[in-house]
Nanobody, 113 residues
Framework: VQLQASGGGLVQAGGSLRLSCKAS????????MAWYRQAPENQRELVAE???????NYADSVKGRFTIARDNVRRVLSLQMNSLKPEDTAVYYC????????WGRGTLVTVSS
């Protein structure tokens, strides 16, 4: 299983970024996929998840600003992040739970004030 995340970077508060995660080695279309993040000195937290049927759930802190989506043909999970805030600064991880949890390498998002 490989989860290759990309799209992080430095952006000013109020700006936007789009993260992508290319998955291989899994039956992508049948699994719930998720984005987590971990800020310095904080625990890793769930940002958003999307079921195989396309139902999405979001952390309260990102509702209305972030949108999770999946392309089952291209095997890509995405996270569109708008109206970014400094508190969104973290390493973002792509995640899938199969017989165990799998994590992508992580991509750093830095939001400056």
């Amino acid at each position: 299983v490989q989860l290759q995340a990309s799209g992080g970077g430095l952006v000013q508060a109020g700006g936007s970024l789009r993260l992508s995660c290319k998955a291989s080695g899994i039956n992508f279309g049948i699994n719930t996929m998720a984005w987590y993040r971990q800020a310095p000195e904080n625990q890793r937290e769930l940002v958003a998840e999307i079921s195989s049927g396309g139902s999405a759930n979001y952390a309260d802190s990102v509702k209305g600003r972030f949108t999770i989506a999946r392309d089952n043909v291209r095997r890509v999970l995405s996270l569109q992040m708008n109206s970014l805030k400094p508190e969104d600064t973290a390493v973002y991880y792509c995640h899938v739970a199969l017989h165990r949890e799998f994590w992508g390498r992580g991509t750093l998002v830095t939001v400056s004030s």
